[in-house]
């Protein structure tokens, strides 16, 4: 039997929620390890090679693994467990942090690089086993009504631990301390993450006997066969990864629309990116909020409509010199409509399938996201330099609207 929802229906706030505090600050401490570890890794590379190959090694070590890790963690959370699988994955990394930790103070270069690359890849792949657990948990620890509000405030930690990781904690401390002191720190981070959600209810959805007595590959395939059976699940899954694919593909082609087009320095990038960040904290806001006016399905279509006019107008916009009074709000846009597509889509793969599959669906999910996360890494940059910036952009633009008009179709057929 499904477990109850464990929030109090009479709190006012999700953050009277003493359980799900507990999951947010668990999670609010591992991926500020994740990233803060990801640059010194890349850090430590550089200082000791200078070499650019060396270094980007250490960025796709830490991307490649995760699609490989979310092919089984769904399997693996519905069988043992969410709240046991993600106390496994803390301690895993705090594990491997340790490692970081004493390899980059004990050992030569060669072998130190060798267990930067290890810590890089067990962090990607248990990653997605903690992700999935998570998203998994969450219905869990709040009532139905604050599900897509609670879905909202984890993408805002999410992304606020990533700002922490890589702007302030890890630069900071390597300054202060250098590079071995951020494995450390990771140890303790990791351990408070681990002690946060052991506290934390340890339901196990209850499976079938035929389901128990499936294969191997059978239960890997159970969440694919899911999100293949259920009209609206493909294409929630199918319209939240084409968000997350173009989102990447532009970030990969903001510092050249900077240096190129808008006469600005490669190093502005993040400056120009706030915005998006302040836009996306806004439209997590506003659906948390207005959620029961809208279908999610609706609103899923109107966040891709909004991105594709967004891209669109920064890409017309560039091309006319446009100035950075125009562009700012727009790129806001971009995130407020990135906001409308992956909190309610996220909420969907949580609440459309049964409990005992609830993880395969959303690893699986996770999984066609990774895969689709390789093709701005392989051809963005290669069409901007062949066709141009601008021209990539409105195509993107173009397909981030189609989508959402089809979605619109769809969610009113």
């Known amino acids: 039997m499904e477990a109850k929802p464990l929030g109090n229906r009479d709190t006012t706030s999700l953050l009277k929620n003493q359980r799900f505090r507990r999951l947010l ?82 050992l030569p270069l060669g072998p130190t690089l060798a267990i930067v690359y290890a810590v890089n890849v067990a962090g990607a792949t248990f990653t997605q086993f903690a992700m999935t657990a998570e998203l998994a948990l969450l219905p869990d620890l709040v009532v139905h009504s604050h599900l897509t509000s609670a879905n909202g405030l984890l993408q805002l930690s999410m992304l606020a631990a990533e700002g922490l990781g890589i ?15 951020m494995g450390l720190v990771g140890v303790g981070l990791y351990l408070v993450s681990f002690t946060l959600v052991a506290t934390l209810p340890k339901y196990q959805p209850t499976i079938s006997q035929a389901a128990d007595q499936e294969s191997v590959w059978k239960d890997l395939q159970a969440g694919w066969r899911t999100i293949a059976g259920d009209r609206l699940l493909s ?51 506003l659906v948390g909020r207005w959620d029961p006016r809208l279908p999610r399905p609706v609103w899923i279509a109107l966040g891709l409509i909004g991105l594709g006019g967004a891209i669109g107008l920064v890409s017309l916009f560039s091309a006319w010199g446009g100035q950075l009074w125009i562009i700012v709000p727009l790129i806001l846009g971009v995130g407020l409509a990135l906001a ?24 699986a999910q996770l999984a066609l996201a990774n895969a689709a996360a390789v093709v701005p890494l392989l051809l963005g940059g290669t069409l901007a330099d062949q066709l141009g910036i601008q021209p990539v952009m409105g195509a993107l633009g173009l397909v981030a609207m189609g989508a959402g008009a089809i979605g619109l179709h769809f969610a009113r057929s």
């Open 340 to 363: 409308f597509v992956i909190i309610p889509a996220r909420t969907v793969l949580q609440d459309r399938p049964p409990a005992e599959l609830r993880g395969r669906v959303i690893a």
């Open 25 to 106: 600050a668990a999670q609010f401490c591992a991926v500020t390890v994740i990233y803060s570890l990801t640059l010194a890794g890349a850090t430590l590379v550089e200082e000791q090679t200078h070499s650019s190959a060396q270094t980007g090694l250490v960025i796709v070590s830490s991307i490649l693994p995760a699609f490989l890790g979310s092919l089984v963690a769904g399997a693996v959370v519905d069988r043992w467990g969410r709240t046991w699988v993600l106390m496994g994955s803390h301690l895993v990394r705090a594990l491997f942090a340790l490692a970081f930790w004493l390899a980059t103070r004990l």
């Open 235 to 285: 294409m929630v899954a199918i319209q939240a990864t084409l968000a997350a694919m173009l989102l990447l593909v532009l970030l990969s082609l903001v510092p050249g629309l900077l240096s190129r087009h808008l006469g600005l320095g490669v190093e502005d990038a993040p400056f120009i990116l706030l915005p998006g960040g302040l836009g996306f904290a806004l439209g997590a806001l």
């Open 167 to 181: 702007v302030l904690l890890s630069p900071l401390l390597i300054k202060v301390a250098g590079v071995p002191a």
